[in-house]
């Protein structure tokens, strides 16, 4: 009897020495959140006193892949910018790929109708116009061989313009964050 006792002990001990070196692994190799930035931001036409009744609003988007161990697989990104409560435009960005510890970069516009345009280029000329963007999409990591299930990603952020059309504040750039809930 007291040999059973000995086996099962040890039994156990080994198991949990396994656990322990799988719950070590788990944290080493668990793929981090990718980084998404806005920068380039611009409207260019703002200043244009013959300016017609809609604008472009020009950015570029740096996604960065934080991981050393796993590359990432995008679905389509989903970017809304807002004045206020009014969307003022969208855009999509098709699927890819991403590879381990690499950034991608999208430069892109989109038109701003009026009365949207009419409102947002006022604000800009009194340097009070802040537009917030929205960031959705879900992603796919691929670690060793075995791809993740679908995880959610929803960031957003806050991007003060200045009377010139660009990111004001000393900012060069403004790092999307994740979503309150």
Request: proline share 4%; hydrophobic share 40%.
């Amino acid at each position: 009897m007291c040999e059973t006792k000995n086996f099962y002990f040890w039994i156990l001990q080994i198991l949990g020495l396994l656990g322990i070196l799988v719950l070590c692994l788990w944290l080493a190799l668990r793929p981090g959140s990718p980084h998404f930035t806005i920068t380039n931001f611009s409207v260019p036409a703002v200043n244009d006193s013959n300016t017609s009744d809609h604008g472009i609003i020009q950015y570029q988007l740096d996604i960065k892949n934080p991981n050393k161990d796993s590359g990432i697989y995008y679905d389509d990104i989903l970017l809304i910018f807002y004045h206020g409560v009014n969307i003022v435009g969208n855009n999509t960005i098709p699927s890819f790929t991403e590879g381990k510890n690499r950034s991608h970069q999208v430069l892109n516009h989109f038109d701003v109708d009026n009365p949207f345009w009419a409102a947002l280029r006022s604000a800009i000329l009194n340097a009070t116009a802040e537009l917030r963007v929205d960031l959705s999409t879900k992603v796919r990591y691929k670690t060793w061989l075995i791809k993740s299930r679908h995880h959610g990603l929803h960031k957003e952020g806050n991007i003060p313009i200045g009377k010139d059309g660009k990111i004001s504040n000393n900012k060069k750039k403004v790092k999307l964050r994740d979503a309150s809930k």
